[in-house]
Structure formats: structure tokens, C-alpha cells
């Protein structure tokens, strides 16, 4: 029976919950806005099922990918729309060329991310571009199950938990399942990213759109007008990327306006992720780090490209792929774009996240302490203010990065490694 104690013993995979033959296990969402099971005792058999499928419980074993390329989608378009090079798409095409079907995470009508499937290029682009939030995973496993069972190809894409917890669902290897993880820091709160969102349009209503402060006033709703959300927007660049937010509003309004653009190191909610100040408690110490997951690829930004190989950095994304088995290294060769062979340890030099789970900060406890009664603009300032020596560090490091030293400094460096090819 799947009893959680110790919420860093649970990632959110609900596969315990697909896998119970009594559809006794809820989810209940906690304090921080994190989601958890909870079984009915007066329903369980105590058959066990859904502690075999948690990939808490049954880890898989560290390793190194086989092979380990640098690529990017040849459509400018599809890479413009993606997080980094585009490679997501490709292996997707891929796959649904050939009768397949893919999952991914998608915003669904509340801007909450959710797992689901598309049978047509299409459907593709809601599945395009990172998304902070964990997602909720549904029926997705069983519906997985359901077309491997009939012969269809599929591509599942999550992270590496998900994963992880899919394949301990399915309880068996098959030949038309191609899954595919990619290299996270972590998993944000959807409660916190819920109350940050109703905050920037109930600002933005109060101070600006009478249209949307009207339908706040009535009810209650400050999202509906929302139209489109992207935390990783290129136009500054790939590597100081946007975190933006469109609405079309009604009754004669702008269409389509900018409701806010800010960059990785101005956005409130960026700083609070990447501070790590509200991630699931499983994350900082993540089960399937050391690529563990049992995923047929990964991927991920190539973060350092510009180091070791800069004739292919334009600064609009370059992907990486990982590929573990044959499986995977079959469909890298079979993509339709250029891969650059690179050292495994060269995307550890730029992605720690691969092996190492994220430290919890001290300031973790504080901010969910005041976090329901305190506005997040106010409390996520207080809690990511850079010290002295922080501010000094990045002072030094815009001003070596402007003068094009900081680059030459770390080639220097990247051609006297023992890493180096």
C-alpha cells in the first residue's frame, strides 16, 4: 500500500495510481500545492501493485550514454519555437510519420500543464517549449499501454521520473516504444504557479485592462483572457531567454498585447525556480539522477556551446541528445539534420542537473511558511536578493562576457582539457 510519510519519497509519477486494480488512490494537493496519493484503506486488497511500479522504491542503475550529440532542427521556424535546437520535433515527426503517436506536456484551458497525446504534426506545437510547472500525468501511462498493445508506434516524453515510473508501469520492454527524458533541474510547484499567475493578471487588470478587471470583479476569472505563455521567448536570445505572457482581450480591446516580458534574471517566477526555492521536495533528492530513468534518449539544452564548438552557436539554440541504447542510436542516425559528436563530459560541464539533484535552500521553509499570505512578488524579492560577493561575481562576469573575454578565457580552458576530442 502506497503510504506517503516522507514527501521526498514521492516524485508525482502516478503510477501507482494507474497501476491499482481498485482505483483506490487519489491525489490530494498539500500545503505547498504539490499533489500526492492518498489510498482508500477500506478499498485496498493489499495486492502491492502500486509499490512495485514507484520508481522511488525500485531505482534504476547510474550510467553513460553510449553516444552524445550536438544538433539542431534545420526548420529556423520549429527552433525558434522551441526551448533549444528543435530535436524534440524532429524525433516526433519521426515517429508519427511512421503511424505513431506522441506524448508530451501541454497547457490545457487554465494554463495548468498536463500530459497528453497527438496523432499529427499539428499537434506538435503545444508540446514545444519548456514548461516549469510539473505536469499532471492522468491516464497517460494507460494510454501507452493501450497502443503499444495494438501495434502503434508511440514516442513518451517527460521527465525523468515520469519516465522512469512508466516503464516500471508497463513491466516489460517493447520494441514500438520509444521513450525520451530530458535533463531537469527540478519541478516547480503548480500551486505556486497558479497563485502567480492569477497575480500578474489581477495587476495587470487592476492597472491597465478595464476588459479583464471587469471579468475579474464578476468572476473571478483573471486567466481566461490569457493567450499565450512561453518561459523560454528566443527574441533577446537563447541564452538570456524571456519569460513571457500574451492575452487577447474582448469588446473592441488591443488584441493579442503583451501582458508581461522579462528576462531569466528579472521574472519573479524564474528567480524563484531557479533559486530553487519551490520545487518538490523529491528533487533535491531526485531518484533518477545518473540518467537512471531508463529512457531510450535524453535531451537538452547544450549550454558551453559557444566553447566547444562555436562555429555552430547563433545564439537561437542548440540541442543535446544522449542516446542509451540501440534503440535510441537508430532513430539519432535517422534524423534529418546535421549531429556533431561530442564528450559526455562536456554536457556535464554546462548541465550538473544529469547527476547532481539541486541543494534545498535554507530559504525554502520561509517561503512556504508566508507564501499563501504574502503577495510572490513581494516574497520571492526578499528571498533571492543577491548578497555582496554574488553581485560583485556577476558584475565581473557581464563585464568579461561584453568584452568577449570570458568566452576566449573558457575555449582556452576547453582546449587544454583531458575531456577535449
Same mark, same amino acid.
Given at each position: 500500500?502506497?503510504?506517503?510519510?516522507?514527501?521526498?519519497?514521492?516524485?508525482?509519477?502516478?503510477?501507482?495510481?494507474?497501476?491499482?486494480?481498485?482505483?483506490?488512490?487519489?491525489?490530494?494537493?498539500?500545503?505547498?500545492?504539490?499533489?500526492?496519493?492518498?489510498?482508500?484503506?477500506?478499498?485496498?486488497?493489499?495486492?502491492?501493485?502500486?509499490?512495485?511500479?514507484?520508481?522511488?522504491?525500485?531505482?534504476?542503475?547510474?550510467?553513460?550514454?553510449?553516444?552524445?550529440?550536438?544538433?539542431?532542427?534545420?526548420?529556423?521556424?520549429?527552433?525558434?519555437?522551441?526551448?533549444?535546437?528543435?530535436?524534440?520535433?524532429?524525433?516526433?515527426?519521426?515517429?508519427?510519420?511512421?503511424?505513431?503517436?506522441?506524448?508530451?506536456?501541454?497547457?490545457?484551458?487554465?494554463?495548468?500543464?498536463?500530459?497528453?497525446?497527438?496523432?499529427?504534426?499539428?499537434?506538435?506545437?503545444?508540446?514545444?517549449?519548456?514548461?516549469?510547472?510539473?505536469?499532471?500525468?492522468?491516464?497517460?501511462?494507460?494510454?501507452?499501454?493501450?497502443?503499444?498493445?495494438?501495434?502503434?508506434? *508511440? $514516442?513518451? !516524453?517527460?521527465?525523468?521520473?515520469?519516465?522512469?515510473? #512508466? @516503464?516500471? +508501469? =508497463?513491466?516489460?520492454? /517493447?520494441?514500438?516504444?520509444?521513450?525520451?527524458?530530458?535533463?531537469?533541474?527540478?519541478?516547480?510547484?503548480?500551486?505556486?504557479?497558479?497563485?502567480?499567475?492569477?497575480?500578474?493578471?489581477?495587476?495587470?487588470?487592476?492597472?491597465?485592462?478595464?476588459?479583464?478587471?471587469?471579468?475579474?470583479?464578476?468572476?473571478?476569472?483573471?486567466?481566461?483572457?490569457?493567450?499565450?505563455?512561453?518561459?523560454?521567448?528566443?527574441?533577446?536570445?537563447?541564452?538570456?531567454?524571456?519569460?513571457?505572457?500574451?492575452?487577447?482581450?474582448?469588446?473592441?480591446?488591443?488584441?493579442?498585447? *503583451? $501582458?508581461? !516580458?522579462?528576462?531569466?534574471?528579472?521574472?519573479?517566477? #524564474? @528567480?524563484? +525556480? =531557479?533559486?530553487?526555492? /519551490?520545487?518538490?521536495?523529491?528533487?533535491?533528492?531526485?531518484?533518477?539522477?545518473?540518467?537512471?530513468?531508463?529512457?531510450?534518449?535524453?535531451?537538452?539544452?547544450?549550454?558551453?556551446?559557444?566553447?566547444?564548438?562555436?562555429?555552430?552557436?547563433?545564439?537561437?539554440?542548440?540541442?543535446?541528445?544522449?542516446?542509451?541504447?540501440?534503440?535510441?542510436?537508430?532513430?539519432?542516425?535517422?534524423?534529418?539534420?546535421?549531429?556533431?559528436?561530442?564528450?559526455?563530459?562536456?554536457?556535464?560541464?554546462?548541465?550538473?542537473?544529469?547527476?547532481?539533484?539541486?541543494?534545498?535552500?535554507?530559504?525554502?521553509?520561509?517561503?512556504?511558511?508566508?507564501?499563501?499570505?504574502?503577495?510572490?512578488?513581494?516574497?520571492?524579492?526578499?528571498?533571492?536578493?543577491?548578497?555582496?560577493?554574488?553581485?560583485?561575481?556577476?558584475?565581473?562576469?557581464?563585464?568579461?562576457?561584453?568584452?568577449?573575454?570570458?568566452?576566449?578565457?573558457?575555449?582556452?580552458?576547453?582546449?587544454?582539457?583531458?575531456?577535449?576530442?
Amino acid at each position: 500500500m502506497i503510504h506517503i510519510t516522507d514527501r521526498e519519497k514521492c516524485c508525482g509519477c502516478e503510477a501507482c495510481i494507474q497501476r491499482c486494480p481498485q482505483q483506490c488512490i487519489t491525489l490530494h494537493e498539500d500545503g505547498e500545492g504539490f499533489l500526492y496519493p492518498e489510498t482508500d484503506e477500506g478499498r485496498c486488497i493489499d495486492c502491492g501493485l502500486c509499490e512495485k511500479v514507484c520508481p522511488v522504491i525500485f531505482q534504476g542503475t547510474g550510467r553513460r550514454p553510449l553516444n552524445v550529440y550536438a544538433a539542431k532542427n534545420p526548420d529556423e521556424e520549429i527552433r525558434w519555437e522551441s526551448s533549444s535546437g528543435g530535436v524534440f520535433t524532429l524525433l516526433a515527426e519521426k515517429i508519427l510519420s511512421e503511424g505513431g503517436v506522441v506524448f508530451g506536456a501541454r497547457f490545457d484551458a487554465r494554463w495548468e500543464v498536463v500530459h497528453d497525446y497527438t496523432e499529427n504534426v499539428e499537434g506538435l506545437s503545444a508540446f514545444r517549449g519548456s514548461k516549469y510547472v510539473q505536469s499532471r500525468i492522468g491516464d497517460s501511462f494507460r494510454q501507452t499501454e493501450c497502443f503499444l498493445k495494438t501495434g502503434r508506434k *508511440v $514516442l513518451f !516524453s517527460g521527465t525523468p521520473c515520469q519516465i522512469a515510473g #512508466l @516503464k516500471l +508501469f =508497463l513491466k516489460k520492454e /517493447y520494441d514500438n516504444l520509444l521513450t525520451v527524458d530530458f535533463i531537469c533541474h527540478g519541478v516547480p510547484s503548480p500551486g505556486v504557479w497558479r497563485k502567480y499567475l492569477k497575480e500578474i493578471a489581477a495587476r495587470r487588470a487592476a492597472g491597465k485592462n478595464t476588459v479583464l478587471y471587469a471579468s475579474l470583479n464578476k468572476s473571478g476569472d483573471v486567466l481566461r483572457d490569457i493567450s499565450f505563455i512561453s518561459f523560454r521567448d528566443k527574441t533577446l536570445s537563447w541564452k538570456k531567454y524571456s519569460f513571457v505572457v500574451c492575452f487577447s482581450a474582448t469588446d473592441g480591446a488591443e488584441k493579442n498585447s *503583451v $501582458l508581461l !516580458s522579462e528576462d531569466l534574471h528579472t521574472n519573479l517566477f #524564474l @528567480k524563484g +525556480f =531557479l533559486a530553487d526555492l /519551490y520545487l518538490r521536495p523529491s528533487c533535491y533528492a531526485c531518484p533518477v539522477k545518473k540518467l537512471k530513468s531508463g529512457s531510450d534518449l535524453t535531451i537538452g539544452d547544450f549550454w558551453g556551446v559557444e566553447y566547444v564548438l562555436p562555429r555552430i552557436d547563433d545564439g537561437q539554440g542548440v540541442s543535446i541528445i544522449m542516446s542509451h541504447n540501440l534503440k535510441g542510436q537508430n532513430i539519432c542516425s535517422s534524423l534529418n539534420c546535421d549531429l556533431w559528436e561530442i564528450a559526455y563530459e562536456q554536457v556535464i560541464k554546462g548541465n550538473s542537473a544529469v547527476t547532481n539533484s539541486c541543494i534545498k535552500p535554507l530559504q525554502r521553509k520561509i517561503f512556504f511558511d508566508r507564501y499563501e499570505s504574502v503577495a510572490l512578488n513581494d516574497l520571492i524579492v526578499q528571498l533571492t536578493q543577491l548578497g555582496c560577493k554574488q553581485r560583485l561575481r556577476r558584475f565581473i562576469k557581464n563585464i568579461l562576457l561584453k568584452s568577449g573575454l570570458l568566452v576566449k578565457i573558457k575555449r582556452y580552458a576547453n582546449r587544454n582539457s583531458h575531456f577535449d576530442r
